[in-house]
């Protein structure tokens, strides 16, 4: 009877391999630290080289300051940055995926968009100054909506008065992303 090789256990590190090959993923709540790490590896990968990155999303959305500044950095870095839709990505990640240089989706991806909300439990001077920087906040939001997309007016007017939600080929004709995987 011929003899059994034993058998060789292969050990690799995850995380070390997605980032020899540029791959980031921001699953979860868009939050501050969430934010400095993706931030932190956006320009870390830019340092290394300006190949492509890409930046799979699935998330329900989060802090709007903390997911601006990951769209500042993904706009002022070499690198290009693909995002992808992976699942459902909803406000602020919303934001986010549209941002990418190529945006790209799962076909079972969904986009969704929604008034911005606070809450705001204070004194009413206090209320009226949050007001007037959510104020400008939502401005902002359009303005990336509007150089980043297609979506209509109609669009726009659903996402001021509910969720404005988006699958599959609708994904395309909004220009929420260039293609479907």
């Given at each position: 009877?011929?003899?059994?090789?034993?058998?060789?256990?292969?050990?690799?590190?995850?995380?070390?391999?997605?980032?020899?090959?540029?791959?980031?993923?921001?699953?979860?709540?868009?939050?501050?630290?969430?934010?400095?790490s993706?931030k932190?590896?956006?320009?870390?990968?830019?340092?290394?080289?300006?190949?492509?990155?890409?930046l799979?999303?699935?998330?329900?959305?989060?802090?709007?300051?903390?997911?601006?500044?990951?769209?500042e950095?993904?706009?002022?870095i070499?690198?290009?940055?693909?995002t992808?839709?992976?699942?459902?990505?909803?406000?602020?990640?919303?934001m986010?995926?549209?941002?990418?240089?190529?945006?790209?989706?799962f076909?079972?991806?969904?986009w969704?968009?929604?008034?911005?909300?606070?809450g705001?439990?204070d004194?009413?001077?206090?209320i009226?100054?949050?007001?007037?920087?959510?104020v400008?906040?939502?401005?902002?939001?359009?303005?990336?909506?509007?150089?980043?997309?297609?979506?209509?007016?109609?669009?726009?007017?659903?996402?001021?008065t509910?969720?404005?939600?988006?699958?599959?080929?609708?994904?395309i004709?909004?220009?929420?992303?260039?293609?479907?995987l």
């Open positions: 009877m011929p003899k059994r090789k034993k058998s060789m256990l292969c050990t690799f590190d995850v995380k070390q391999i997605l980032h020899v090959h540029r791959q980031l993923f921001l699953y979860g709540v868009v939050t501050d630290n969430v934010a400095n993706v932190q590896n956006l320009i870390a990968f830019d340092i290394v080289s300006k190949d492509p990155i890409t799979w999303i699935s998330s329900p959305g989060g802090s709007c300051p903390a997911g601006l500044s990951i769209i950095v993904m706009k002022e070499g690198s290009p940055v693909i992808i839709i992976s699942a459902e990505v909803c406000s602020m990640a919303a986010i995926s549209i941002c990418g240089d190529k945006r790209l989706a076909s079972t991806g969904v969704m968009q929604h008034p911005l909300s606070s705001q439990i004194y009413l001077p206090y009226k100054d949050r007001t007037a920087y959510l400008k906040y939502n401005e902002t939001m359009l303005k990336i909506m509007k150089e980043h997309t297609k979506l209509s007016l109609n669009d726009y007017k659903k996402i001021e509910g969720e404005l939600w988006l699958t599959d080929n609708q994904l004709e909004k220009g929420i992303v260039d293609k479907l």
